[in-house]
């Protein structure tokens, strides 16, 4: 038997499976889809058979056994297996990326390099045998010195010695120590025996005699008593008890909130949803629907609900919500729900408990998975729905190769299984809501609060104004009076800074204008190093402006603020306030958002101040007030979704205001008040919003009218990098039909990181037949060359930022 094998290499040459030989006591066990170790070149590695067969092309005699296999079950279904290989193809990533990124860490390679004496007679040197101690195979990482590490390479050269690599797995099963209590009468037989001095021993025998044929664990028993281990072994030495080891979960605690009223009757606009949901999961074909629902609309209702009615018919369900809103309050509501069916998967978790919750997965213990992205992999087989809220957000697509969109993972899915895939959002992203327009998806509509509130009343503040009475401080007076206001009512409010990637732009302070691109309507990116201003659409460059190109002002400069700064300003205006800051930096530990969040609930502050990562998810009674202290930052963000993105986040934070009983207020302060995107989140149709921003995309010809694909190269020599970029681009349209448009080579918006200067280069295209062809031989001609001078190169098909 001859297994196809992908190794754990990523390289060009090896991307492709190889054939092995089966041993043959495994002929009967081994499966398509398990993990095995076979040797590759001089070193063992890591493996995934994909499939298995009874000839190879090669000759037999050449072929390598498998030198062991670590699954009996497979960690990868064969469904598993067709979508790895799709994924590869559709994201041009290696075969070994897009089947590991499947799988938890845990379950990745861990490879240990040993040295194996195997000529002990001939060692010589002192320093070395002192070093061995005796032992033969030494973990090669105890070698500290580079004195040793030349001898030990000596002794390689020699053949004395042999490097041995061992495969490992990084999080092992976690077993917890039992104490299996024997009966009353072999309890009674041994504390016969014991000598009376040994009170300890006594004493805990006659505590077993109470729990006797009991089965607790290890910790239990000495907390319980108070008794040492020692004791405990000699017990257990005399027969007492047996010790067993126990296979168990690492459970992470998950802090509960206070119960949510689970609603009684759906309402009318849910009910109508919930119909449609439903004939479409029993009708057994892939659907895709794009629930329009206006935040508290009762979207999550509808999910909870349609999931219900897939679990009676014996089959699971997948909810994918992004990181940051997969907050405790949102997997309370599942939980409360389904109860222990439910496995629950995000980033905040340790490599072992997620682990543990993909075992329950895979092994049919829990039917529904509440995750981030990567839970669209989850191991089940029977997929009756898959469901992606806040489909709109871009931590959907992964950054870094295999660069996936979870949607896409999930519609590929849903056709397997033939079950229907919801995505939801209150503004979603217009890609999903151009293919509802055109009936691809199928469009469900919630315009009413389900609990009918009213939308909470926003205002926008121009900061412009601000600026002509003198105030230059972030907080209109607008903004300042309803703040003082909630701290007199004992009443919450939250403000949002949004910061996002680097870039900045250079906007008058007096009239609001930002230098843009005279040819691609996006902001101008300001470079500080050389104090210009570039586009990284068309490379377009110019001076910085002295004075405002539309009103002459000096009040003309680069922009960008930070919640640090904002906490300052807070401290100043309102000293006696209770502030919690959200940011990248205040929530780096494990368990800082829940912390922070449950802080805020419990009412111990009277602002929160955060970035993007507290829009959405929030859901508190107390909190009346919203204030965006800068709208103008995504606003003109050097990115074509900028208003779009704009809209989406002014919408989602509005939302977060008076979902109780009290009712809500909204302050979004800007100095472009009158742009569309601001304009229309302040009634918050989306509508308008999405006709207008159709038009401006029409125009530039952008997505959802053309799709982009994004080349970026990076080397930490400028020349080098633009001219491989040159290269690239020349080879594009070389290569590509004439109606695709090449934009590029430029300089990125970050033009360096980590001292690496950034190109690159954007492929505009609504028919490319030639695309994947021409992407796959620049990525042969990146990684069987270019790659050895320094270069890195990522292809990026329907990039969801471009900086
Ligand atoms: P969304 O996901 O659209 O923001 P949710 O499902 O979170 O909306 O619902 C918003 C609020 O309305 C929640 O507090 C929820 O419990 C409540 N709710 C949802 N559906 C109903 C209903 N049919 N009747 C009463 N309250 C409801
Ligand atoms: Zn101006
Ligand atoms: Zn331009």
Not at 101 to 120: D, G, H, N
Not at 348 to 368: F, P, T
Not at 711 to 720: V, Y
Request: proline fraction near 5%; charged fraction near 25%.
């Amino acid at each position: 038997m001859i297994a196809e094998i992908i190794v754990d290499v990523s390289a060009y040459p090896i991307d492709r499976p190889f054939d092995y030989l089966v041993p043959e006591a495994l002929e009967s066990v081994i499966e398509a889809g398990a993990r095995v170790k076979v040797p590759f070149g001089p070193r063992k590695v890591l493996g995934y058979v994909t499939g298995l067969k009874q000839e190879s092309a090669l000759n037999p005699k050449k072929l390598k056994p498998i030198h062991e296999l670590i699954d009996l079950e497979p960690v990868i279904s064969g469904e598993l297996l067709d979508l790895s290989r799709w994924l590869a193809n559709h994201t041009l990533s290696y075969e070994i990326d897009a089947l590991q990124v499947m799988l938890p860490a845990a379950l990745r390679a861990k490879y240990e390099k040993f040295i194996v004496v195997t000529e002990p007679e001939q060692l010589l040197d002192a320093d070395f045998i002192h070093f061995l101690a005796g032992r033969k195979r030494v973990p090669l990482k105890e070698v500290d010195s580079s004195s040793l590490m030349k001898t030990v390479k000596k002794y390689v050269g020699q053949g004395i010695i042999a490097v041995d690599t061992k495969v490992g797995q990084h999080t092992a099963v976690k077993k917890i120590r039992m104490i299996r209590i024997a009966s009353h009468e072999k309890l009674q037989e041994v504390l016969s025996a014991i000598q009376s001095n040994a009170k300890k021993q006594i004493e805990l025998v006659q505590w077993m005699i109470r729990h006797a044929e009991e089965t607790l664990g290890a910790k239990t028993v000495m907390e319980q008593t108070g008794i040492q281990s020692t004791v405990l072994k000699a017990i257990i030495e005399k027969g007492a008890a047996v010790e067993e080891f126990a296979e168990m979960y690492r459970e992470p605690d998950a802090p509960m909130l206070k119960d949510v009223a689970i609603p009684e009757v759906p309402t009318t606009e849910q009910q109508v949803a919930l119909d449609k949901l439903a004939a479409s999961a029993d009708s057994g074909k892939a659907e895709t629907f794009l629930i329009h629902g206006v935040t508290g609309s009762g979207k999550t209702e509808v999910y909870l609900r349609t999931i219900k009615h897939v679990l009676d018919k014996g089959k699971e369900a997948i909810v994918l919500v992004p990181e940051i809103s997969l907050t405790p309050q949102m997997t309370a509501r599942f939980k409360e729900r389904f109860g222990p069916l439910v496995a629950v998967m995000h980033s905040g978790l340790s490599a072992g408990e997620k682990y543990d919750e993909w075992r329950k997965i895979h092994r049919g213990e829990v039917s529904v998975v509440v995750g981030a992205r990567s839970a669209v992999f989850a191991p089940f087989q029977n997929i009756g729905i898959i469901i992606l809220d806040e489909e709109h957000e871009s931590t959907y697509k992964q950054e870094d190769t295999p660069r996936y969109h979870a949607r896409d993972v999930a519609i590929k899915r849903s056709e397997h299984y033939g079950c229907p895939v919801i995505l939801g959002s209150a503004t979603p992203s217009l890609e999903s809501y151009a293919r509802a327009s055109k009936g691809v998806y199928t469009l469900l509509t919630m315009t009413k609060r389900a609990k009918n509130q009213e939308l909470p009343a926003v205002t926008v503040v121009d900061m412009r104004e601000e600026l002509k009475t003198g105030n230059r401080s972030m907080f209109s007076v607008q903004l300042a009076d309803a703040i003082r206001q909630r701290m007199e009512r004992k009443e919450q409010s939250v403000l949002f800074l949004n910061k996002r990637g680097f870039s900045s732009f250079v906007l008058c302070r007096d009239c609001g204008t930002v230098v843009e691109c005279p040819n691609c309507d996006i902001s101008l990116t300001y470079h500080r190093a050389h104090e210009r201003l570039k586009c990284h659409y068309c490379g377009h460059e110019e001076q910085v402006p002295l004075v405002c190109p539309e009103c002459e002002s000096e009040h003309i400069r680069f922009f960008g603020t930070g919640t640090q700064k904002a906490e300052e300003e807070i401290a100043k205006l309102f000293p006696e306030a209770r502030v919690i800051r959200m940011d990248v930096d205040t929530t780096r530990q494990k368990g800082a958002h829940e912390r922070l969040l449950r802080q805020f609930s419990e009412g111990k502050a009277d602002i929160l101040l955060g970035t993007q990562m507290i829009a959405k998810g929030l859901d508190f009674p107390n909190i009346t007030l919203v204030g965006v202290l800068a709208a103008d930052t995504t606003l003109h963000l050097a990115d074509f979704r900028a208003a779009e993105k704009t809209f989406q986040l002014m919408t989602q934070v509005s939302g977060r205001a008076g979902r109780h009983d009290l009712p809500g207020e909204v302050f979004i302060q800007t100095y472009s008040p009158e742009h569309y995107a601001i304009e229309l989140s302040k009634a918050q149709h989306y509508e308008p919003f999405y006709t207008h921003e159709m038009m401006a995309r029409k125009q530039y010809g952008y997505p959802p009218f053309y799709f982009v694909t994004l080349i970026q190269f990076t080397h930490e020599d400028l020349l080098k990098v633009a001219d491989f970029a040159e290269k690239g681009s020349r080879y594009l349209k070389d290569n590509l039909s004439p109606d695709t448009v090449i934009i590029g080579p430029t300089a990125a918006a970050i033009s360096r990181v980590n001292n690496r200067y950034r190109y690159q280069c954007l492929i505009k295209y609504k028919k490319e037949p030639k695309l994947t062809e021409t992407l796959q031989q620049l990525i042969k001609y990146y990684r069987t060359d270019w790659i050895k001078s320094g270069l890195t190169m990522s292809v990026d098909v329907e990039p969801v930022s471009i900086y």
